[in-house]
């Protein structure tokens, strides 16, 4: 059993940094492919960055040069670094876990957390 715990949201104006950690415990993160996926109130869950454990890695169009996902190993923690944050990033951020390579929908994923509220003020 994999279980995963975010952290780091919280309200941030327009144009803002945060960076949201997702602690994986049960299994190595190494082993693992992780993703971060985000839902807006009434919007179906989006996929927003992934990576697995060769650390090849993927961004949606609408994050990229902005978000930055990255992997400590010794930590088992797998971070989003979110630059030039906009309104409409505002979104209920998730992290999830497959095994061995990362996946763009949601719905391969088999671990999830709880998500972290991340709300970007104009």
């Known amino acids: 059993q994999v279980q995963l715990v975010e952290s780091g949201g919280g309200l941030v104006q327009a144009g803002g940094s945060l960076r949201l950690s997702c602690a994986v415990s049960?299994?190595?993160?190494?082993?693992?492919?992780i993703g971060w996926f985000r839902q807006a109130p009434g919007k179906e869950r989006e996929f927003v960055a992934a990576l697995n454990w060769s650390g090849s890695r993927r961004s949606a169009d609408s994050v990229k040069g902005r978000f930055t996902i990255s992997r400590d190993n010794a930590k088992n923690t797998v971070y989003l670094q979110m630059n030039g944050l906009k309104p409409e990033d505002t979104a209920v951020y998730y992290c999830?876990?497959?095994?061995?390579?990362?996946?763009?929908?949601?719905?391969?994923?088999?671990?999830w957390g709880q998500g972290t509220q991340v709300t970007v003020s104009s």
């Open positions: 049960g299994r190595t993160v190494g082993s693992y492919g």
């Open positions: 999830a876990a497959r095994r061995t390579f990362y996946a763009i929908s949601a719905r391969d994923y088999d671990y």
